[in-house]
């Protein structure tokens, strides 16, 4: 292989590598916007925070909320993940975007973020009948809470955007039980995601098309 030939795929191979992932930063769950709320996920039943999470990613920082009730989070903590469009990545993830977009950024008291993450989960996990049915299930909510809750689950979302970015872990650390995926709103970091099939194939074609112009040249 040709000197040329190898940096050009040592280049590709570069890029490929360089956009499977990146840091995600999250400092712990946001003053003033969440509420510990009894869940009951399946068979277990658990109180934990809901609201959302303030992190950043390659510098941007954004309130993120859980989509993975089944993995931890101890923060502050830093680890990989790679950038994924909620669309189509679960089989509510765009209306779960689309709730993302709609209300996080005017969430600003803790029963709105609550009821935010509690939508979210519900819409997850049994395609938003509620929280007193299916294998979602929360209690002992205040009725500012449930107030907003109600809002949001039953808001048709019309005109909403559904392009959101889960932020999903490479891995999930020692034990595999740490690290949760978190959504947040737009799609601005999905460009640093694998790039499509496509992507790499013009990619590919790009770089044969270099080599045999060189060629010719020569």
Request: charged residues 10%.
């Amino acid at each position: 292989m040709s000197t040329f030939r190898s940096l050009a795929f040592l280049g590709l191979v570069s890029v490929s590598a360089a956009a499977l992932a990146g840091d995600l930063s999250v400092a712990g769950m946001t003053p003033g916007k969440n509420h510990v709320i009894n869940i009951a996920y399946f068979s277990s039943s658990i109180a934990v925070y809901a609201g959302p999470q303030s992190a950043s990613y390659d510098g941007d920082a954004f309130e993120g909320y859980c989509v993975d009730l089944d993995h931890a989070q101890y923060p502050p903590v830093t680890f990989d993940v790679t950038p994924t469009a909620a669309d189509g990545f679960t089989t509510y993830g765009a209306r779960v975007a689309q709730l993302v977009n709609q209300y996080g950024l005017g969430v600003s008291t803790a029963d709105q973020g609550a009821a935010l993450q509690l939508a979210i989960w519900d819409v997850l996990v049994d395609g938003g009948d509620g929280l007193a049915v299916g294998n979602f299930k929360a209690s002992g909510l205040n009725t500012g809470t449930t107030a907003f809750f109600s809002s949001y689950l039953g808001d048709p979302l019309t005109g909403a955007s559904s392009l959101a970015t889960i932020y999903n872990p490479t891995s999930h650390g020692a034990g595999g039980n740490v690290y949760q995926a978190l959504i947040g709103p737009g799609g601005d970091h999905i460009a640093n995601a694998v790039p499509e099939p496509a992507s790499m194939i013009a990619l590919g074609l790009g770089g044969m098309a270099l080599i045999r112009r060189r060629r010719k040249q020569a």
